[in-house]
T-cell receptor
Framework: AQSVTQPDIHITVSEGASLELRCNYSYGATPYLFWYVQSPGQGLQLLLKYFSGDTLVQGIKGFEAEFKRSQSSFNLRKPSVHWSDAAEYFCAVPYNQGGKLIFGQGTELSVKP | NAGVTQTPKFRVLKTGQSMTLLCAQDMNHEYMYWYRQDPGMGLRLIHYSVGEGTTAKGEVPDGYNVSRLKKQNFLLGLESAAPSQTSVYFC??????????????FGPGTRLTVL
């Protein structure tokens, strides 16, 4: 069965430092993979998605993610974090039909000055 | 375009009361979804709809009912609210997926407290 795991519940980084958020998936075929961001009190916004092709995907707000089939991972990265990046980040994969998504538990990112 | 909107934004209920959450989208999307978000559990799918007049159960459907009488609206009902239904509820929509999977667009959420 499809599943997605985000091993880190909470991460704190300094402003200007690099960031990597981990996502591991279990999926039978070549997966579709998504990263969403949720700012406090807001809904979820799509950062980036992987369907096929180039394994390094560029998203909005300077984020990128790399699909690594051998590691079943789709980690999210940003070279220099801004205070406005403080939010909760969710990795997601589809399951069955109907466009349904399974979300990871989320990683809360705090940014310290 | 307003995208996906949800009504109300906040609500407090007493145990046993009923209520309906309204989701509306103006993007002509076929698919619509209701999720609940609880700390440490991510988002869990309650019910979803693949088109007007059709609904299906998701991961955690018990205690909820839904209706999709119009393509643009997806209603979530709680017939007899319980404290376990205290949560933040999100509605989402996406284009007809076909054999692919499309991005889901989310509403701002409804924070529900059941006392």
């Amino acid at each position: 069965a499809q599943s997605v795991t985000q091993p880190d519940i909470h991460i704190t980084v300094s402003e200007g430092a690099s960031l990597e958020l981990r996502c591991n998936y279990s999926y039978g075929a070549t997966p579709y993979l998504f990263w969403y961001v949720q700012s406090p009190g807001q809904g979820l916004q799509l950062l980036l998605k992987y369907f096929s092709g180039d394994t390094l995907v560029q998203g909005i707000k300077g984020f990128e993610a790399e699909f690594k089939r051998s590691q079943s991972s789709f980690n999210l990265r940003k070279p220099s974090v801004h205070w406005s990046d403080a939010a909760e980040y969710f990795c997601a994969v589809p399951y069955n039909q109907g466009g349904k998504l399974i979300f990871g538990q989320g990683t809360e990112l705090s940014v310290k000055p | 375009n307003a995208g996906v909107t949800q009504t109300p934004k906040f609500r407090v209920l007493k145990t046993g009361q009923s209520m309906t959450l309204l989701c509306a989208q103006d993007m002509n999307h076929e698919y619509m979804y209701w999720y609940r978000q609880d700390p440490g559990m991510g988002l869990r799918l309650i019910h979803y709809s693949v088109g007007e007049g059709t609904t299906a159960k998701g991961e955690v459907p018990d205690g909820y009912n839904v209706s999709r009488l119009k393509k643009q609206n997806f209603l979530l009902g709680l017939e007899s609210a319980a404290p376990s239904q205290t949560s933040v509820y999100f509605c989402a929509s996406s284009l007809l997926a076909g054999t692919s999977v499309n991005e889901q667009f989310f509403g701002p959420g409804t924070r529900l407290t059941v006392l």
